[in-house]
Nanobody, 114 residues
Framework: QVVLVESGGGSVQAGGSLSLSCAASGFTFRLRPMGWYRQAPGEQREFVARITSGGSTNYADSVKGRFTISRDNALNTVYLQMNSLEPEDTGIYYC????????WGQGTQVTVSS
């Protein structure tokens, strides 16, 4: 079965950086696009970034120029480097394959204070 394990979250001040990781298993990772999503308190989950199997990327406008998604197919892991963090980036961050089968991991909490 699909298993997604996110890690690397934490609490930082505005302007700081965090690096998230997501270890995936249960499917052929190298063949699937992967995405990062986040859910702020009281809000719906939203798209953050996507990377194709070939390494092409796209980002939500709100994170463009600050976040970088990457992947290591040998480790079945997708990463999200987050720089110049803002309080609005606070939330639980999740990864998933695209398209998803509805399985989500536990996420990792990111808290940015002003």
């Amino acid at each position: 079965q699909v298993v997604l394990v996110e890690s690397g979250g934490g609490s930082v001040q505005a302007g700081g950086s965090l690096s998230l990781s997501c270890a995936a298993s249960g499917f052929t990772f190298r063949l699937r696009p992967m995405g990062w999503y986040r859910q702020a308190p009281g809000e719906q989950r939203e798209f953050v970034a996507r990377i194709t199997s070939g390494g092409s990327t796209n980002y939500a406008d709100s994170v463009k120029g600050r976040f970088t998604i990457s992947r290591d197919n040998a480790l079945n892991t997708v990463y999200l480097q987050m720089n110049s963090l803002e309080p609005e980036d606070t939330g639980i961050y999740y990864c998933n394959r695209i398209p998803s089968d509805g399985t989500w991991g536990q996420g990792t909490q990111v808290t940015v204070s002003s």
